[in-house]
T-cell receptor, first 110, second 117 residues
Framework: TQLLEQSPQFLSIQEGENLTVYCNSS?????LQWYRQEPGEGPVLLVT?????EVKKLKRLTFQFGDARKDSSLHITAAQPGDTGLYLC??????????FGKGNQVVVIP | ETGVTQSPTHLIKTRGQQVTLRCSSQ?????VSWYQQALGQGPQFIFQ???????GRGNFPPRFSGLQFPNYSSELNVNALELDDSALYLC????????????????FGQGTRLTVV
């Protein structure tokens, strides 16, 4: 059973378009992290959200943490081919162990 | 680059063999976690080491074991390898200070790709 459900699992868009991917759970987390992973590499941390309702921006990426701290979204504005990758969300639980979703595979076509 | 290094980067083993994977944590970090990422899946928590002791374990059998050394580097050992153990094994390190707000975020190494044939 996956603690965190990410949707859509796969998304292909044209360069310049906007996209939003989602991370949902029935559990409450003390914090939630978003990573981007490229093939054969380890996940690279993008952002950590802690407070319910929090919004963080990282250049063209906007991350939002739900009010109840159970879900999150990632919005990319004017996607670039360099945004291609697997986006993983992870909730921090006891002992700060991370519970990951399966990821959102994003492909941006030039 | 995160400062977390793993070795080897790739490994091929035969079913039934044993394997040891290594992780050097980022300078200043005292906690190491190991994750298994099968193809098409998110990373799954195996266990975590803090100050040389295991302090958290996921749903993995006892043939998955580990060590943490005084310099906070770590090893993951897997005995009696099975075909389903083929995966990317990820190590993540962070600093755990014991006080609220003193913990840092986890940073991952590039992983070891294990193939069991």
């Amino acid at each position: 059973t996956q603690l965190l459900e990410q949707s859509p699992q796969f998304l292909s868009i044209q360069e310049g378009e906007n996209l939003t991917v989602y991370c949902n759970s029935s559990s409450v987390f003390s914090s939630l992290q978003w990573y981007r992973q490229e093939p054969g590499e380890g996940p690279v941390l993008l952002v950590t959200v802690v407070t319910g309702g929090e919004v963080k921006k990282l250049k063209r990426l906007t991350f939002q943490f739900g009010d109840a701290r159970k879900d999150s979204s990632l919005h990319i504005t004017a996607a670039q081919p360099g945004d291609t990758g697997l986006y993983l969300c992870a909730g921090a639980g006891g002992n700060n162990r991370l519970a990951f979703g399966k990821g959102n595979q994003v492909v941006v076509i030039p | 680059e995160t400062g977390v290094t793993q070795s080897p980067t790739h490994l091929i083993k035969t079913r039934g063999q044993q394997v040891t994977l290594r992780c050097s944590s980022q300078s200043g970090h005292n906690t190491v976690s190991w994750y298994q990422q099968a193809l098409g899946q998110g990373p799954q928590f195996i266990f975590q080491y803090y100050r040389e002791e295991e302090n958290g374990r996921g749903n993995f059998p006892p043939r998955f074991s580990g060590l943490q050394f005084p310099n906070y580097s770590s090893e993951l050992n897997v005995n009696a390898l099975e075909l389903d153990d083929s995966a990317l094994y990820l190590c993540a390190s962070r600093y755990a200070g014991g006080r609220i707000g003193s913990n840092t975020e986890a940073f991952f190494g590039q992983g070891t790709r294990l193939t069991v044939v």
